[in-house]
């Protein structure tokens, strides 16, 4: 199996585990989802000029485009991380898995801090928490899974 198919199939691993992540910490706490990922994803399209509608329709497309966008930023850094390791001597998972983790949660935060939704310094500890364990869970699910692979 070549490098970007293994990176592929690992990152939509780690983003599955995040997704169950945070949906069971939504479901514990009784907290609601982050408006963020839609709101970002509603300026991004009206940035590039692409309609979403009005109303209710504008809501749920941009709702699902901020969600689409987080599994693109999953897998992508899956198929990223693939190329990385191919040829390369491996890290263990439990060094390569919160290295992983930390590169997506910049990689998914980057575009909501250069927008201007978020800050991160404003972040208390129960949101850092929030944000940092289910991308810890993704990295080190989908450096395991890459690992499995090989």
């Not at 890290?91 to 990689?107: I, K, Q, S, Y």
């Not at 935060?109 to 208390?124: E, G, K, M, Q, V």
Request: hydrophobic fraction near 45%.
């Amino acid at each position: 199996m070549h490098a970007i198919t293994k990176g592929l199939l690992a990152g939509a691993a780690g983003t599955l585990a995040l997704d169950m992540v945070t949906y069971g910490d939504m479901l514990l706490r009784g907290r609601p989802s982050s408006s963020i990922p839609a709101q970002a994803a509603e300026r991004l399209a009206g940035r590039a000029r692409i309609p979403l509608g009005d109303g209710e329709e504008k809501e749920n497309r941009t709702q699902a485009a901020g969600a689409l966008m987080g599994y693109a930023t999953g897998v992508g850094a899956g198929v990223v991380y693939g190329l990385l390791r191919h040829h390369r001597p491996p890290l263990p998972d439990w060094a390569a898995g919160p290295l992983l983790g930390a590169a997506v949660m910049v990689g998914a935060n980057t575009p909501s801090i250069a927008l201007r939704l978020t800050d991160p310094a404003s972040w208390d500890l129960a949101s850092w928490v929030s944000d940092a364990v289910p991308h810890l869970v993704y990295g080190l699910t989908t450096a395991a899974a890459y690992r499995v692979m090989r």
